[in-house]
T-cell receptor, first 115, second 118 residues
Framework: AQTVTQSQPEMSVQEAETVTLSCTYD???????LFWYKQPPSRQMILVIR??????QNATENRFSVNFQKAAKSFSLKISDSQLGDTAMYFC????????????FGAGTRLTVKP | GAVVSQHPSWVICKSGTSVKIECRSL??????MFWYRQFPKQSLMLMAT?????????EQGVEKDKFLINHASLTLSTLTVTSAHPEDSSFYIC??????????????FGEGSRLTVL
């Protein structure tokens, strides 16, 4: 079974600064996807960034980038130039390729961006 | 991206009654839908997976007789909480994927439904 671990229950960052959220996972699979989702107070799940395991290049979406270390099974999220609107719960998630898109989530990290 | 809509967004019911939550894919055919439960300040826990036209597959510890899931069409799945009790109060989220998305790892989430059982 796949497990996803987020070891930082809460984090805070000053507006305009950079913050990194940690995520590790455990799997014996070689082909899979990793995700970071944002859940603001509205509770709507918003996809932040997605990484295919077969790609060595780290995914980037504007101010969001990941550091994907496949051998170490690590998938951290870096948020640059943090904005007040980035305040939310962030979930790291794992999906095995071809497994009916069954997604498993970490416990989440509550990020607060301070003005 | 594809749109998934849940209804109702919030519901309050009396203990012992049944509540139905709908999850609709608005612009694609959802071959598979997932139902999650989320307690306050906690993560999403997968309850069950449903494929169109088939019986749902429940996760260990989830009572299938309590949480009835129906996926009768390619655009609609329903979760019925039967004989609801206060401990069933939670936030329920559905997600859906289509045939094409199965190969790209895409999953589309509904807005969630907050159930409060008095």
């Amino acid at each position: 079974a796949q497990t996803v671990t987020q070891s930082q229950p809460e984090m805070s960052v000053q507006e305009a600064e950079t913050v990194t959220l940690s995520c590790t996972y455990d799997t014996s699979e070689n082909n899979y996807y990793l995700f970071w989702y944002k859940q603001p107070p509205s509770r709507q799940m918003i996809l932040v960034i997605r990484q295919e395991a077969y790609k060595q290049q780290n995914a980037t979406e504007n101010r969001f980038s990941v550091n994907f270390q496949k051998a170490a099974k690590s998938f951290s999220l870096k948020i640059s130039d943090s904005q007040l609107g980035d305040t939310a719960m962030y979930f790291c998630a794992f999906m095995k390729h071809g497994d009916n898109n069954d997604m498993r989530f970490g416990a989440g990290t509550r990020l607060t961006v301070k003005p | 991206g594809a749109v998934v809509s849940q209804h109702p967004s919030w519901v309050i019911c009396k203990s012992g009654t049944s509540v139905k939550i709908e999850c609709r894919s608005l612009d694609f055919q959802a071959t598979t839908m997932f139902w999650y439960r989320q307690f306050p300040k906690q993560s999403l826990m997968l309850m069950a997976t449903s494929n169109e036209g088939s019986k749902a597959t429940y996760e260990q510890g989830v009572e299938k007789d309590k949480f009835l899931i129906n996926h009768a069409s390619l655009t609609l799945s329903t979760l019925t909480v039967t004989s609801a009790h206060p401990e069933d109060s939670s936030f329920y989220i559905c997600s859906a994927t289509g045939l094409a998305a199965t190969y790209t790892g895409e999953l589309f989430f509904g807005e969630g439904s907050r159930l409060t059982v008095l």
